[in-house]
């Protein structure tokens, strides 16, 4: 039996921080998990600015109400979980990403929360499970599931090694040069096509 376990932003919709920061103006929160790979120096990063410009949850839920799922994407996740067991697995929170799950059909998703202050002030996030990615992905093969795995950044890596098979979708150039091992696709129609051959190999 195969599971596929899908990154959400960069795979199924665009990064939620970018868009924030454009709607805002203010570039520094363009940084992501594409470019920094220690995952709580990027959040402490972002919660500051957060704070230096009295940024609060109401302003960025507004942001991501506006943003919709990326061209073709709810086509190909109804196509994969037809096929098989689907799981987003995101290092998002879910206060951000309801609004998404919502556009996309209402996946299964895992991911963190986080912590808001009465005023909406975004003082702290709580991490579900520490590399959370990586150990859904041992939990389903250690229920004798294969697993094939889709992500996109840094923070993708260890799940990608811990699956069956491992996909880079849309990387960036760091990412790929770095993980060669990986093939890369950059739209859904290849990513499908990766996955089945992928699921060929794996014999199932």
Do not use: H, I, K
């Given at each position: 039996m195969l599971a596929v376990c899908l990154d959400l932003e960069g795979i199924l919709v665009p990064e939620i921080w970018i868009n924030v920061a454009e709607r805002t103006g203010i570039e520094a929160l363009r940084r992501t998990?594409?470019?920094e790979p220690d995952y709580d120096k990027l959040m402490r990063y972002r919660l500051d600015i957060l704070d230096e410009n009295d940024i609060t949850i109401d302003d960025i839920t507004t942001a991501i109400e506006a943003m919709d799922p990326?061209?073709?994407?709810?086509?190909?996740l109804d196509s994969i979980?037809?096929?098989?067991?689907?799981i987003v697995l995101s290092d998002t929170f879910s206060q951000f990403a309801q609004p998404m799950m919502d556009k996309l059909g209402n996946p299964?998703?895992?991911c963190h929360t986080l912590v808001i202050e009465d005023s909406g002030r975004i003082s702290n996030w709580t991490i579900r499970l520490e590399d959370q990615k990586r150990r859904t992905v041992e939990?389903?093969?250690?229920?004798?599931?294969?697993?094939?795995?889709?992500?996109?950044?840094?923070?993708d890596i260890s799940m990608l090694a811990a699956a069956s098979a491992g996909i880079l979708f849309r990387p960036p150039d760091n990412v790929v040069e770095e993980f060669p091992q990986y093939p890369n696709t950059h739209d859904y129609g290849g990513l499908m096509a990766a996955i089945?051959?992928?699921?060929?190999?794996?014999?199932e």
């Open positions: 998990t594409r470019d990326f061209e073709g994407a709810v086509g190909f979980e037809r096929r098989w067991p689907t299964t998703m895992l939990a389903l093969r250690s229920m004798n599931l294969e697993v094939v795995a889709v992500g996109d950044s840094y923070n089945g051959e992928a699921v060929a190999v794996l014999g």
